[in-house]
């Protein structure tokens, strides 16, 4: 039980990484808030994490709204706080940016980079408060890459690293930490919000073959739990997972 007595924040706990850093969280005595759009699918993974004995409460939120986020933080400051956030929520609809689909580009900088900041600034006067607490950033390979039809997204993502980065050189004299994960192809639903048909198609076949394994979500949430376990003094700066057959 390596984190009994502490709380943890999962962004975008409905479905993938975050539905799997949730479970892992929960196997390790976390106790868990669990935040996405679709409260149905938060209730269900609840029921099931509370079966297992675990602590859960479910806090439904679009993290792009920054006033459903100011409430959220207020409702997360009545628990108690939070000790840890792992940041995951976002979203993919990747398209050229020669095709000039402006909507998606609002969405994906609302989201992953809006988003993120928001759900920072729910947890670390807190954590500051307390001198302790722990803020994991998903951004992605695309934080340090990118492909044509990925420049947004990989724009949104590197602006989650930088955010990491400057993050944990503000914070480090208060005593909180900051982690930036960084996966390469996980196998989960994000492929589903790309809205280009000819682009979700290239993706969703796996485009690195049909023998080339992407990870699981499992695989990100050990690589989660590794940087959470480290010792007080140790603050895993970043993590880039890549399946083994990646480019
Ligand atoms: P999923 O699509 O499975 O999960 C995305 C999660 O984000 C869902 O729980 C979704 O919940 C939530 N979400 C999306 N939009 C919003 C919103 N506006 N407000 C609140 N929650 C939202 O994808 P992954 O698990 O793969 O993605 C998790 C993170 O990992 C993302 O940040 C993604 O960019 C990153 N990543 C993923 C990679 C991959 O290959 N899969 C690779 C690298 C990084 P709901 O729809 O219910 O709101």
Do not use: C
């Not at 995951?88 to 900088?109: C, H, K, L, Y």
């Not at 690293?161 to 909180?176: D, M, N, P, W, Y």
């Amino acid at each position: 039980m390596k984190f009994k007595g502490k709380r943890a924040w999962v962004t975008g706990a409905s479905s993938g990484i975050g539905q799997a850093v949730a479970r892992a969280l929960a196997g390790e005595g976390a106790e868990i808030v669990l935040s996405a759009r679709r409260e149905d699918r938060l209730q269900s993974l609840a029921e099931e994490l509370k079966n297992q004995g675990a602590q859960v409460h479910i806090e439904a939120a679009d993290v792009s709204d920054r006033a459903a986020m100011e409430t959220v933080a207020e409702r997360l400051a009545a628990l108690g706080g939070i000790d840890i956030l792992i940041n995951n929520a976002g979203t993919m609809p990747i398209s050229p940016i020669i095709n000039g689909r402006v909507d998606e580009w609002d969405q994906m900088i609302d989201v992953n980079i809006k988003g993120v900041l928001y759900a920072i600034n729910a947890v670390y006067s807190g954590m500051a408060e307390r001198k302790a607490g722990h803020i994991v950033n998903v951004s992605s390979i695309a934080a340090r890459t990118t492909y044509p039809s990925a420049g947004v997204y990989a724009g949104t993502k590197h602006a989650v690293r930088a955010i990491s980065e400057t993050l944990r050189k503000e914070a480090i004299r208060f005593g909180v930490r900051v982690t930036d994960i960084q996966p390469g192809s996980v196998d989960t639903e994000l492929p589903d919000s790309i809205g280009h048909e000819k682009i979700r198609g290239i993706v969703k076949s796996n485009m690195y073959g049909e023998d080339a394994a992407m990870l699981k979500a499992d695989d990100i949430a050990n690589a989660v739990i590794y940087a959470l376990e480290q010792p007080e003094h140790v603050d895993v700066g970043e993590l880039l997972i890549w399946p083994t057959r990646q480019e």
